[in-house]
């Protein structure tokens, strides 16, 4: 395939939220001409995520950088081998390996690391401890918008987690990783070692896990390069 200026981005994401984050996000990278579209799907499995994630790019006029945060970071080292894929963005996200899978990636937290206050599951779903949402998630932010998160959390289902990740397309994508330096979600380090395991680009922002609500213009930043960067499709 030709080259192609990468002119659309698709956003993905995470578990226990749905797509209204990325507002702030989404009007800078429309404001600066690109085509934006978000993957709206309850984290119900990974293959249904990347299932929805793949109608998306199909629908698409040319090639993409897909974004993941959190768990969408899962999805588009799964949903990212799709041709119209032009490279991936992992926002303080998980970027597993082959045969991994969320629940492993979590399991074992390093001494000392920040765990997050996720509840015990109920009828095969995940929340969030309302009362410890603010400080583990959105530390940042005014308290009345992480106690609304809090509120408007969306069921993360346990086989979302349990979707062990095929050959990922870190291997065959161009890569950036925004590391959230603050976040309580996901360990900095361990954030870190997935980037170099990737061979992403990394760069650190100082925020915590809600990086693309409270940082809306570090995320759209690093994204217009990623665009700029990638232009063309990688062979699979």
Known sequence: MDAEPVKNV?????GLVDGSGW??????????????RLVRSPPLSLAGDVAATARILDALD???ILVGHSYGGAVITEAGHHERVAGLVHVAALAPDK?????ALIADPEPGAPVPPILPPVDGFLFLDRAKFHASFAAELPSSEPEFMAE???PWGLDALRGAIGEPAWRH?????PVANDDRMIPPPAQRAMARRAGSTVT???ASHCVYVSRPDAVAHLVRPAAAEALGVADS
């Open 152 to 154: 408007a959390q969306v």
């Open 204 to 206: 650190g922002i100082d």
């Open 10 to 14: 698709v956003l993905v994401h995470g």
């Open 23 to 36: 507002r702030e996000v989404y009007r800078l990278l429309t404001r600066d001409g690109l085509g934006v």
């Open 99 to 103: 045969g991994e899978s969320v629940d």
């Open 62 to 64: 040319g090639p993409a």
């Open 173 to 177: 994508r161009s890569s950036w990783y």
